[in-house]
């Protein structure tokens, strides 16, 4: 059964770095992708990266390369390692997937079908 789980958030001082982990996002098959999100409160869900089945990364334009997402293979953990974080980094960060996945619809979170429930990342100035 596919069920995201999320895993590594924590309470860090501003410009430290933490790295999240997403298991347990892939079904039968190899060809997932992975997305992670973002949402604090009183505020929308927002796209933070993802990488595709075959692939290829994207990032929001907010990220300004402090983010790497990364796996070592296809069924293995999705990791977002997060460096240079700021107070506007803290949120529930949410792992999704989905059965292949479009270049045209990365950030989409209507196209992502599995959700974990998210972890927290709060950022202390």
């Known amino acids: 059964q596919v069920h995201p789980v999320e895993s590594g958030g924590g309470l860090v001082p501003t410009g430290g770095s933490l790295t999240l982990s997403c298991t347990n996002f892939?079904?039968?098959?190899?060809?997932?992708?992975v997305a992670w999100f973002r949402q604090a409160p009183g505020k929308e869900r927002n796209f933070v990266a993802s990488i595709l089945w075959n692939n290829e990364i994207y990032y929001a334009d907010f990220v300004k390369d402090r983010f790497t997402i990364s796996r070592d293979s296809p069924k293995s953990a999705v990791r977002l390692q997060m460096s240079g974080l700021t107070p506007e980094d803290s949120a529930v960060y949410y792992c999704a997937s989905q059965l292949l996945g479009a270049s045209s619809s990365y950030s989409d979170s209507s196209k992502y079908r599995y959700w974990g429930r998210g972890t927290q990342v709060t950022v202390s100035s």
């Open positions: 892939a079904g039968t098959g190899s060809r997932y992708s």
